[in-house]
């Protein structure tokens, strides 16, 4: 983790996006915000359907229009909001100024060209790069990523590579126009635990290189902790808890944050004590519950939480941040846990 520099290099402020489907209206994302600085990590987590990567498609104008539609919100990249952004303007900033790693590289990778032409043809179009100097600079960025033999495996395509080398690949062309943020959504989905160390080394060490900003959506708690400047837990669509990474793993204050932090397992947990899964399921963001959305869930929960939709308010450390009526009782459970562990 890098030092951030002073002041957000984007912005999300109160969106909320809508889709319509034959069911009903999906509120997929209804009023986040958050910041991320040049050199910081923030972790977006939650469980699937949380809305972490709507968010991020949302920030990268890739959402279709309809039946996707914003309801509310700004995305500022340096005061210049990306929602009311003209489409080419907006085509310009995608990939030069803002990158995103994709979930699943394999379908995110075109099938049927090699690897190295699909990074330089991002060079020949944002840099106006020849076809031979767009090549060289794709074999370059093949090898900084880690990718062996690069001019060879440049003449590859997607499927001659593996899981990780095709990650490797997404990255590099990601970083090809050296952007100023990268959102990376699940960079380690499906990669046994070596590739994934391997994939997060290699994003840390290119933003200690380039003074990256990284928004990291991921469900994995274990990356978060090694990883994350600050943690923004999302549920049900909502921002629920948001602070720096120490407060969030070592003092949440929702239900919903002690909960996942409850489910992990942990080189710290002794004796007899085993993990406690959150019972249930995420609710359908068609039907979401009144109040807290958690609270059906939610072992603090209590009448009232069922009636009273809390707010994000501030908590004792600086920028920490909850909405949830009973922070004092996971405050009490918290404070039960180091007891027992320590």
Same mark, same amino acid.
């Given at each position: 983790?890098?030092?951030?520099?002073?002041?957000?290099?984007?912005?999300?402020?109160?969106?909320?996006?809508?889709?319509?489907?034959?069911?009903?209206?999906?509120?997929?994302?209804?009023?986040?915000?958050?910041?991320?600085?040049?050199?910081?990590?923030?972790?977006?987590?939650?469980?699937?359907?949380?809305?972490?990567?709507?968010?991020?498609?949302?920030?990268?104008?890739?959402?279709?229009?309809?039946?996707?539609?914003?309801?509310?919100?700004?995305?500022?990249?340096?005061?210049?909001?990306?929602?009311?952004?003209?489409?080419?303007?907006?085509?310009?900033?995608?990939?030069?100024?803002?990158?995103?790693?994709?979930?699943?590289?394999?379908?995110?990778?075109?099938?049927?060209?090699?690897?190295?032409?699909?990074?330089?043809?991002?060079?020949?179009?944002?840099?106006?790069?020849?076809?031979?100097?767009?090549?060289?600079? *794709?074999?370059? =960025?093949?090898? &900084? @990523?880690?990718?062996? +033999?690069?001019?060879?495996? $440049?003449?590859?395509?997607?499927? /001659?590579?593996?899981?990780?080398?095709?990650?490797?690949?997404?990255?590099?062309? *990601?970083?090809? =126009?050296?952007? &100023? @943020?990268?959102?990376? +959504?699940?960079?380690?989905? $499906?990669?046994?635990?070596?590739? /994934?160390?391997?994939?997060?080394?290699?994003?840390?060490?290119?933003?200690?290189?380039?003074?990256?900003?990284?928004?990291?959506?991921?469900?994995?708690?274990?990356?978060?902790? $090694?990883?994350?400047?600050?943690?923004?837990?999302?549920?049900?669509?909502?921002?629920?808890?948001?602070?720096?990474?120490?407060?969030?793993?070592?003092?949440?204050?929702?239900?919903?944050?002690?909960?996942?932090? $409850?489910?992990?397992?942990?080189?710290?947990?002794?004796?007899?004590?085993?993990?406690?899964?959150?019972?249930?399921?995420?609710?359908?963001?068609?039907?979401?519950?009144?109040?807290?959305?958690?609270?059906?869930?939610?072992?603090?929960?209590?009448?009232?939480?069922?009636?009273?939709?809390?707010?994000?308010?501030?908590?004792?450390?600086?920028?920490?941040?909850?909405?949830?009526?009973?922070?004092?009782?996971?405050?009490?459970?918290?404070?039960?846990?180091?007891?027992?562990?320590?």
């Amino acid at each position: 983790m890098t030092e951030p520099h002073d002041g957000p290099v984007l912005e999300v402020e109160d969106l909320r996006v809508h889709i319509a489907t034959d069911e009903g209206v999906v509120k997929a994302v209804d009023g986040v915000s958050w910041s991320v600085a040049a050199g910081e990590t923030l972790a977006i987590v939650g469980e699937s359907g949380s809305g972490k990567s709507v968010t991020a498609l949302a920030v990268m104008g890739l959402l279709p229009m309809p039946p996707a539609r914003y309801e509310s919100g700004r995305v500022l990249y340096r005061g210049a909001d990306l929602l009311t952004m003209d489409k080419k303007t907006l085509r310009s900033l995608r990939g030069d100024k803002i990158a995103m790693v994709f979930q699943d590289p394999l379908s995110a990778l075109n099938p049927v060209y090699k690897v190295g032409h699909q990074i330089a043809e991002v060079l020949q179009q944002h840099r106006k790069l020849g076809r031979i100097p767009a090549r060289k600079r *794709a074999i370059e =960025l093949l090898a &900084e @990523v880690g990718i062996p +033999d690069p001019a060879r495996r $440049a003449e590859e395509y997607p499927h /001659q590579f593996s899981g990780g080398m095709r990650q490797r690949v997404m990255i590099a062309m *990601a970083l090809a =126009l050296d952007p &100023e @943020v990268l959102l990376a +959504d699940e960079p380690t989905t $499906a990669l046994d635990v070596t590739v /994934q160390a391997e994939i997060m080394e290699l994003l840390m060490r290119l933003q200690d290189d380039r003074g990256t900003a990284i928004v990291l959506i991921t469900h994995d708690l274990g990356l978060v902790a $090694a990883h994350a400047d600050r943690v923004l837990v999302m549920y049900a669509g909502r921002a629920v808890e948001m602070g720096d990474t120490d407060t969030i793993f070592y003092e949440p204050r929702h239900g919903y944050t002690f909960g996942l932090l $409850a489910s992990m397992p942990s080189t710290e947990r002794r004796g007899d004590r085993r993990l406690e899964p959150i019972p249930g399921q995420p609710p359908s963001l068609i039907a979401v519950p009144s109040g807290c959305p958690f609270h059906p869930r939610c072992r603090f929960a209590d009448e009232a939480c069922a009636v009273e939709r809390p707010e994000l308010v501030p908590q004792t450390s600086l920028g920490h941040r909850a909405a949830c009526i009973h922070t004092d009782a996971v405050a009490a459970a918290v404070h039960e846990i180091v007891v027992e562990t320590s």
